[in-house]
């Protein structure tokens, strides 16, 4: 069974980074053949995607985001994070990490943005 | 990008009843070289991560039950629930992953009625 935990600060101030990592166990991301992605869900909205990254260090990010989000790999601590930049009350989410077959997340870390 | 237009927005079903949740994409999701419709469907229940039900549009996840199936190709896809299940109550959303970014529909939030 594969296992995904997310892992950061619940409460970040407008204009600063939101930084979250995700941890992964039951599965090497450095072995593994799929990306490794984060979703989030704002408050009363669906799932938002985005991005992803492989084990090559190769991102995709979602394009209303770019220049503000950075996803990074640490394969020696199987592990992936999430950067966001400059963030408003509009980043206030719930914020999942997944394999991106769908098939394995995480629990899910709600992060707020607020003064 | 892409977009999913689920159909409808909510419903309520008897428990043992049939459910039907619709999900139009903008854009064609079969991809020819292999023959697949790259669609994904999900529950969604409070305070959980999205659970993947099928993907490729009709194939289950292991573990998942049964009385879950999914069909369409191209833009048009279904999933449908047989004999409804307390447990069964949830949102369920559709997604492609044919083209980034793999977006969503909005959700169907399916109820007992």
């Known amino acids: 069974q594969v296992y995904l935990q997310e892992s950061g600060p619940g409460l970040v101030k407008p204009s600063e980074t939101l930084s979250l990592t995700c941890n992964v166990s039951g599965a090497s991301i450095k072995s593994d053949v799929y990306y490794w992605s984060w979703i989030r869900q704002r408050p009363g909205k669906g799932l938002e995607y985005i991005g992803h990254i492989y084990k090559t260090g190769s991102t995709y990010y979602r394009p209303s985001l770019r220049g503000r989000v950075t996803i990074s790999v640490d394969t020696s601590k199987n592990q992936f994070s999430l950067r966001l930049t400059s963030v408003t009350v509009a980043d206030t989410a719930i914020y999942y990490c997944?394999?991106?077959?769908?098939?394995?997340w995480g629990q899910g870390t709600l992060v707020k943005v607020s003064a | 990008d892409i977009v999913m237009t689920q159909s409808p927005d909510s419903l309520a079903v008897s428990l043992g009843e049939r459910a039907t949740i619709n999900c139009k994409s903008s854009q064609s999701l079969f991809y020819s070289s292999n023959n697949m419709n790259y669609v994904a469907w999900y529950q969604h229940k409070p305070g959980q991560p999205p659970k993947l039900l099928l993907y490729w549009a009709s194939i289950r996840e292991s573990g998942v039950p049964d009385r879950f199936s999914g069909s369409g190709s191209g833009t048009d896809f279904t999933l449908t629930i047989n004999s409804l299940q307390a447990e069964d109550v949830a949102i369920y959303y559709c997604?492609?992953?044919?083209?980034?970014?793999?977006?969503f529909g909005q959700g169907t939030r399916l109820e007992i009625e």
């Open positions: 997604q492609q992953f044919r083209d980034t970014p793999y977006t």
């Open positions: 997944a394999r991106a077959k769908g098939d394995f």
